[in-house]
């Protein structure tokens, strides 16, 4: 070493220096490497750059007015206030956040020009103002509860399943239902997958045609209980099916007429107006639910799945109106 403090080693002579600043890219360099060589070795993707995600600035000002309350939220697009995607949450706030927040829905936010908000009383106000509105208004973003599907069910005729269809009965009143079903192929699988849990007979079940007196091609497999040649009693074939039938029934309004859901939240009282499982909207006092229009238009499948469990559980605060 010279007296300047510089190495006259002649390995470090010759050894090239790093000019200033170059070290630190290349530790930093050397680290990239290091991170990218161990998401190799954990089987981790690299990260695709067309995916970063940009906060969407542009809609700040609308999260700030939102309530750590119940309700339902719009996002919307530019064209004619075009309503992009509808959701609630029992923390508006919280659950907006977490959409801006969200990579995956960023082709959304891109759209969305503003957020606005509607309170409710309660969850289950959010979910039937939520359903309502989606079906009203259909969301670009919203698939489920965007079309309201003309619903089946089965029903047993002569001890015999048939698929029967909304438009023509009430399932709301109807007894001996069992399934809510978007389409007749959807009832009959269900159907079929209850003959391979229970042993059934599909040619009794009129689900294939058999000829008298044969048996059917299941049962020559040992797929069914032989009921069709006489292994085992018509009744109890029957029994086996009524019973499967019966996890799956649909529960006919227990009212004879509309009732009120009452909840709160803080300051805020809402009382909810259904009737046979249809809901025909929220107003802040039992009076004015008593002189809404209770003319239900018919049955609700999304209302039934919303309301069944509170109002049969016991732990919704229902009124007669």
């Keep these: 070493m010279n007296v300047f403090g510089a190495s006259t080693d002649k390995a470090d002579i010759n050894r090239p220096q790093p000019l200033a600043g170059r070290g630190r890219r290349r530790r930093a360099s050397a680290q990239m490497t290091y991170s990218r060589k161990i998401r190799f070795r954990a089987g981790e993707p690299e990260p695709d750059p067309s995916r970063i995600y940009a906060y969407p600035e542009h809609l700040r000002q609308s999260i700030d007015d939102l309530p750590v309350a119940p309700g339902v939220y719009v996002f919307h697009g530019e064209e004619g206030d075009l309503p992009l995607y509808i959701g609630k949450s029992v923390n ?56 309201t599907r003309q619903m089946c069910s089965i029903r047993l005729s002569d001890g015999r399943p048939e698929v029967v269809y909304s438009r023509d009965i009430n ?71 009524e019973e499967a039938l019966a996890q799956m029934q649909i529960v006919c309004w227990p009212y004879p007429g509309a009732v009120g859901l009452l909840e709160t939240f803080e300051d805020m009282q809402q009382v909810h107006v259904i009737q046979n499982w249809c809901y025909l909207g929220s107003v802040d006092s039992l009076d004015a639910a008593r002189h809404l229009d209770r003319q239900a238009p018919g049955f609700d499948a999304d209302g039934y799945k919303i309301l069944c469990r509170p109002l049969l559980s016991g732990t919704a605060r229902i009124v007669p109106l």
């Design 92 to 147: 508006l706030r919280h659950r907006v956040l977490s959409h801006l927040r969200n990579v995956d829905e960023a082709r959304m936010l891109r759209q969305t020009r503003r957020i606005s908000y509607l309170r409710t009383a309660g969850e289950i106000g959010a979910l039937l103002l939520e359903a309502s509105m989606i079906k009203q208004q259909h969301p670009l973003f919203n698939q489920k509860l965007r079309r």
């Design 171 to 241: 399932f709301a009143t109807e007894q001996g239902l069992y399934g809510l079903f978007g389409s007749r192929h959807s009832a009959l699988e269900q159907l079929r997958a209850i003959a391979d849990e229970q042993r059934l007979c599909l040619g009794l079940l009129g689900l294939e045609r058999v000829a008298a007196g044969r048996p059917c091609f299941r049962a020559m497999i040992n797929r069914c209980g032989g009921a069709c040649r006489g292994d085992e009693p018509r009744a109890q074939h029957q029994a086996r099916l």
